[in-house]
């Protein structure tokens, strides 16, 4: 079992920047990308960014140039640094852990980008 725990949502103005955070603990040696999806309200959940071992990264177009994930292999952390976040990005943010044949999830954190 992996318990993944995220930090570091909340309200910004458009053009405004935020930066979540999770920490993975439990059978981390299981795990061999860690990530970010984001589910608005009426839709699907979607990838947002994803950070797989030996250093490739996944980004959604949308969030192309404005996104960076970043990812601590050591200290079992993964980042989300948002900048100039827009209405559009407002969702629940969900951490990800993959490990073979098995997905973890965090318990997600709104982010809600409004003036």
């Known amino acids: 079992q992996v318990q993944l725990v995220e930090s570091g949502g909340g309200l910004v103005q458009p053009g405004g920047s935020l930066r979540l955070s999770c920490a993975a603990s439990?059978?981390?040696?299981?795990?061999?990308?860690m990530g970010w999806y984001r589910q608005a309200p009426g839709k699907q959940r979607e990838l947002v960014a994803r950070s797989i071992d030996g250093g490739r990264t996944n980004y959604a177009d949308s969030v192309k140039g404005r996104f960076t994930i970043s990812r601590d292999v050591p200290k079992n952390t993964v980042h989300l640094q948002m900048n100039s976040l827009q209405p559009e990005d407002t969702a629940v943010y969900y951490c990800?852990?993959?490990?073979?044949?098995?997905?973890?999830w965090g318990q997600g954190t709104q982010v809600t980008v409004s003036s």
């Open positions: 439990g059978s981390i040696f299981s795990i061999y990308a």
């Open positions: 990800n852990a993959a490990s073979v044949g098995y997905d973890y």
